[in-house]
């Protein structure tokens, strides 16, 4: 069963700038000629970024988008969560199997189809949120990635309409973005597959079992002798 997010009654709609290649479509966006709700989409991009410096494979054929945001709304402390459920929807309105891996990767058949990177900055006096989604639809090369990537062409062996995609994508952000904290969690919270696993922890090597998600998108987890404590920041490695 899945949930096909409509907003009913949206404060805003995204004015949506499409690009052949760009360096990075994260990077455009936070150009000063770009203002809140606009969305930059490019068909590949030469220096897709990740999470904490590593490339983003950005192949034509893949979903490379980035949305700009109000860095001091209500949202912005749990965006990325909330782009992970907004993309984690959408995979299963496309009849994927799709988990989250905290904090945002989004995993189908074993393999990693989606990362999302946010970026905060500020101009002037104002703070905003460079939102990047990369979603691997019919992609087919990942080279050196080949075995930790999939894409959706690459677990049903079909096309899939790139515009539609975005469509959906942006829609669904924009209802999370009006959804408010707890339903976007606990979203969030139902999709993960993580919890119940022995995981590693980035920062310091240790290794815990994830045990839940709290109400503001952390990780909780829990050490060999029963202590708790909440992940903020970091990333995972699951272990079983
Ligand atoms: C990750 O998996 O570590 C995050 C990947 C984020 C990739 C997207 S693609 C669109 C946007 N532009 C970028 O350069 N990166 C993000």
Same mark, same amino acid.
């Given at each position: 069963?899945?949930?096909?997010?409509?907003?009913?009654?949206?404060?805003?709609?995204?004015?949506?700038?499409?690009?052949?290649?760009?360096? &990075?479509?994260?990077?455009?966006?936070?150009?000063?000629?770009?203002?809140?709700?606009?969305?930059?989409?490019?068909?590949?991009?030469?220096?897709?970024?990740?999470?904490?410096?590593?490339?983003?494979?950005?192949?034509?054929?893949?979903?490379?988008?980035?949305?700009?945001?109000? %860095?001091?709304?209500?949202?912005?402390?749990?965006?990325?969560?909330?782009?992970?459920?907004?993309?984690? &929807?959408?995979?299963?309105?496309? %009849?994927?199997?799709?988990?989250?891996?905290?904090?945002?990767?989004?995993?189908?058949?074993?393999?990693?189809?989606?990362?999302?990177?946010?970026?905060?900055?500020?101009?002037?006096?104002?703070?905003?949120?460079?939102?990047?989604?990369?979603?691997?639809?019919?992609?087919?090369?990942?080279?050196?990635?080949?075995?930790?990537?999939?894409?959706?062409?690459?677990?049903?062996?079909?096309?899939?309409?790139?515009?539609?995609?975005?469509?959906?994508?942006?829609?669904?952000?924009?209802?999370?973005?009006?959804?408010?904290?707890?339903?976007?969690?606990?979203?969030?919270?139902?999709?993960?597959?993580?919890?119940?696993?022995?995981?590693?922890?980035?920062?310091?090597?240790?290794?815990?079992?994830?045990?839940?998600?709290?109400?503001?998108?952390?990780?909780?987890?829990?050490?060999?002798?029963?202590?708790?404590?909440?992940?903020?920041?970091?990333?995972?490695?699951?272990?079983?």
């Amino acid at each position: 069963m899945h949930t096909v997010y409509i907003t009913k009654n949206p404060k805003r709609r995204f004015n949506v700038y499409l690009f052949g290649k760009l360096p &990075s479509t994260n990077d455009e966006i936070k150009k000063a000629v770009y203002n809140p709700f606009d969305a930059v989409i490019a068909n590949n991009q030469s220096d897709g970024k990740g999470r904490n410096g590593r490339p983003f494979v950005s192949n034509e054929g893949g979903l490379y988008m980035s949305v700009l945001l109000d %860095g001091d709304a209500p949202f912005a402390e749990y965006i990325t969560p909330l782009a992970g459920a907004a993309a984690a &929807s959408v995979l299963e309105e496309f %009849g994927f199997d799709a988990g989250i891996k905290w904090v945002n990767d989004i995993f189908v058949g074993g393999g990693k189809i989606c990362g999302i990177l946010a970026e905060k900055f500020s101009r002037g006096e104002k703070n905003y949120i460079a939102l990047g989604i990369g979603l691997n639809v019919n992609n087919k090369n990942f080279g050196e990635f080949a075995d930790i990537a999939t894409s959706m062409f690459l677990q049903t062996n079909s096309r899939y309409r790139l515009s539609e995609v975005a469509g959906r994508v942006l829609e669904t952000l924009n209802f999370f973005l009006a959804a408010g904290k707890k339903k976007t969690i606990d979203v969030f919270r139902e999709k993960s597959i993580v919890l119940g696993k022995k995981i590693v922890l980035s920062d310091g090597g240790d290794r815990v079992t994830a045990v839940g998600i709290d109400g503001d998108g952390g990780l909780i987890v829990e050490d060999g002798k029963g202590n708790r404590r909440v992940i903020t920041a970091g990333s995972i490695r699951v272990e079983d």
